[in-house]
């Protein structure tokens, strides 16, 4: 829609790379004047693939325009800024300002160059950073190394794969170092790695072991031509043979039932080994999605445990949470003092991503303005809210805010609901008539990443603006895979 802007996003990032281009040129420069150049091992790769996340692409609400002087106080010189704080303001206190209405480049910018960017910086493989699909995790390896790289293979392309763990064996073994096996008498985890010097000399690695991964419950397995791989914590294995089908478009899970459970099997050996397993959010599973009818759904009734804590979770994963402030409990359920919120981990909620599913609280609040519960942040999420006394439900899609909201206020204990069907509209229910609805162009596009939270909208709020966090008693709260029957 934009195209100028959209433009500048990538000529930005174009200059990034220049600037970082022209500072490695910098390090060989120096390298080459110290006589340090033909002995020195270099080795170059990016991190991981293009990133597909809109931060920054959506307005600040209040600050959506350049100002003319610092709003914030200066920071002193040595101290330490922490990212939430380089997102909203410069150094010298000036506001970030973000949105399609300023060109990106200056110091109080802070955009990315969002998902269109991404699928042509990754192109033609599946998925980006935080994935662990071709196009979350394939980085070309560059080694300069002369006195060690025979003569044949000097400007060549090698092209077996490997993995950021064979860095570090490499460098002890280019060293000819030994690992240790302690550090102030702590046993330090052993190297998993291969030495990538055979590389060098146009060799083969010998790999005898497979390539493991796993980020935010999305985890893979490579072994030879064969990859077993799955997005997010609670969605089936994808197989997939990388060397006829680099793209990931052709997954063969039904037809090799043997070479599934036989990796499945070491990936959950390696995950056990390193840590992985247990999930910080529950149990492992490999099941299927979650299918319609399934819920996430919380209680806060007195006959549970005394502590406010007890999360009952139908998709069969334990769920845990945490509580901020103090929140008391009695007969009527659980109480919020306007201070306190329930937070549940990411991957433990239901995921809302690309489907129908639904949110229902029971409560009573005692302010006209509250977050009865939210869940994501700037680009991806949906809160269910009071606004003037009126209940809303809002979601955020790519950045977007498609809210409905009732134009009469509610009284007493109250029964909210907040609805995206099958067919993409958005319905708002109070004590199960149905009061506003509205089209939305599409789902929510990723499992949105900020956490669950009950009673409250923090950090990126989905409604763009800040609510008081609730303040009253909640009996319950369901989320829903797919549509809650009217009663």
Not at 203 to 221: C, D, I, K, S, Y
Request: net charge neutral.
């Amino acid at each position: 829609k934009n195209k100028e802007w959209e433009a500048r996003c990538m000529e930005v990032y174009a200059a990034m790379i220049d600037c970082m281009d022209q500072g490695i040129g910098r390090i060989v420069q120096s390298l080459k004047e110290t006589d340090q150049y033909e002995n020195t091992v270099i080795m170059f790769l990016q991190d991981n693939g293009a990133c597909a996340e809109n931060t920054g692409r959506q307005a600040r609400q209040d600050y959506p325009n350049r100002v003319d002087k610092p709003v914030y106080e200066p920071y002193p010189n040595d101290k330490i800024v922490y990212q939430r704080e380089e997102n909203r303001r410069t150094r010298d206190g000036y506001p970030i300002i973000s949105g399609q209405n300023v060109l990106p480049g200056p110091k109080d910018t802070f955009i990315a160059y969002g998902r269109g960017w991404a699928n042509v910086s990754n192109t033609p493989f599946r998925e980006y950073k935080h994935w662990v699909h071709e196009g979350g995790i394939s980085t070309p390896l560059i080694i300069h190394a002369p006195s060690l790289t025979a003569e044949s293979m000097k400007g060549t392309f090698y092209k077996e794969y490997g993995q950021l763990v064979d860095l570090m064996t490499t460098c002890v073994d280019l060293a000819g170092a030994e690992y240790p096996k302690q550090r102030k008498e702590i046993n330090v985890t052993p190297m998993q790695g291969t030495s990538l010097k055979p590389a060098l000399q146009g060799q083969t690695l010998g790999r005898r072991v497979p390539l493991f991964w796993e980020h935010e419950g999305n985890r893979a397995v490579r072994e030879g031509k064969w990859k077993l791989v799955a997005k997010g914590s609670q969605s089936p294995w994808e197989l997939y043979n990388i060397e006829e089908d680099r793209s990931e478009l052709h997954n063969l899970i039904s037809q090799h039932p043997a070479i599934v459970a036989r990796l499945a099997k070491q990936w959950e050996t390696w995950a056990e080994r390193s840590n992985v397993l247990p999930w910080p959010w529950g149990e492992y599973s490999s099941t299927e999605n979650l299918k319609p009818g399934v819920k996430f759904e919380l209680h806060f009734s007195a006959a549970e445990s005394t502590d406010g804590t007890k999360l009952r979770d139908y998709s069969e994963h334990k769920t845990p949470f945490k509580i901020e402030g103090s929140i008391t409990r009695d007969s009527e359920g659980a109480k919020f003092n306007g201070k306190s919120w329930i937070e549940v981990q990411k991957p433990a909620s239901l995921n809302c991503s690309q489907s129908s599913w639904s949110v229902a609280a029971e409560f009573n609040c005692e302010e006209s303005d509250a977050v009865i519960v939210s869940q994501g942040g700037a680009i991806h999420g949906y809160s269910l809210y009071l606004h003037n006394g009126c209940p809303g439900f809002a979601v955020r899609i790519d950045g977007e805010v498609f809210s409905i909201e009732d134009t009469e206020k509610i009284k007493g204990w109250t029964e909210l609901q907040g609805v995206i069907t099958s067919d993409k509209k958005l319905i708002l229910r109070v004590n199960g008539k149905t009061v506003t609805t509205k089209e939305v162009p599409d789902f929510i596009q990723q499992f949105p990443g900020d956490p669950l939270i009950i009673g409250s909208d923090e950090a990126k709020t989905v409604l763009g603006k800040k609510l008081p966090m609730f303040k009253g008693v909640m009996k319950r709260l369901v989320i829903y895979r797919g549509e809650i029957p009217v009663r």
